[in-house]
């Protein structure tokens, strides 16, 4: 199945920051990859789809890049509601599969 | 808008079968445009796909847990359901129902999850 790691583990910024989340796949998933954003005892949120698309409802400051192995999730301006964790999840391949999860925690 | 709500016992003793219901509203389990999920996520852990269900009743599951999982679909009460046999502690987790839209023509991601119920595994 495709493994995908997300970097860093935690990352710790402040509001009006720039944050930038990374999902490495361990083979190319083309541009079939997804992110989502989950807030403590709630579902994830689909934010992006295809790597680069936001979902509706997504405000601008979410955007999304990469292709083959290399993904990245960017947060132009840091809002305080965007303080969660955010998941990457490939659907490439058979398996489905999701990464272990980025924490993003207010500095 | 599209809802859909978990429910099922939250408690489950090892070695028994986990059953859950998904109960979809503002939209139907019968279209052909939607495939119906069951995502798990152990707590403090990071999510798993377990499997999906067509209209149709054609499904997929995730190899890791093939042997032990069944999703089945009630068109006539618009719900769609799991079973987990043989369940060991190692299954405690919250496990959420989620569309996926097929209707482009390709299936993107989930983009409608239940709030989830958790299950806890334990004599």
């Known amino acids: 199945e495709i493994v995908l790691t997300q970097s860093p583990a935690t990352l710790s910024l402040s509001p009006g920051e720039r944050a930038t989340l990374s999902c490495r796949a361990s083979q190319s998933v083309s541009s079939y990859l997804g992110w989502y954003q989950q807030k403590p005892g709630q579902a994830p949120r689909l934010l992006i789809y295809d790597a680069s698309n936001r979902a509706t409802g997504i405000p601008a400051r979410f955007s999304g890049g990469g292709s083959g192995t290399d993904f990245t999730l960017t947060i132009s301006s840091l809002e305080p509601e965007d303080f969660a964790v955010y998941h990457c999840q490939q659907r490439s391949d058979w398996p489905i599969t999701f990464g272990q999860g980025t924490r993003l925690e207010i500095k | 808008q599209v809802q859909l709500q978990e429910s099922g016992p939250g408690l489950v003793k090892p070695s028994e079968t986990l059953s859950l219901r998904c109960t979809v509203s503002g939209g139907s389990v019968s279209s052909s445009s939607y495939y119906w999920n069951w995502i798990r996520q152990p707590p403090g852990k990071g999510l798993e796909w377990m499997g999906h269900i067509y209209y149709s009743g054609s499904t997929k599951y995730n190899p890791s847990l093939k042997s032990r999982v069944i999703i089945s679909v009630d068109t006539s009460k618009n719900q769609f359901s799991l079973n987990l046999s043989s369940v060991t502690a190692a299954d405690t987790a919250v496990y959420y129902c989620?569309?996926?839209?097929?209707?482009?023509?390709?299936?993107?991601?989930?983009?409608?999850w239940g709030q989830g119920i958790l299950v806890t595994v334990s004599s």
């Open positions: 989620a569309r996926r839209d097929c209707s482009s023509g390709t299936c993107l991601n989930f983009d409608f």
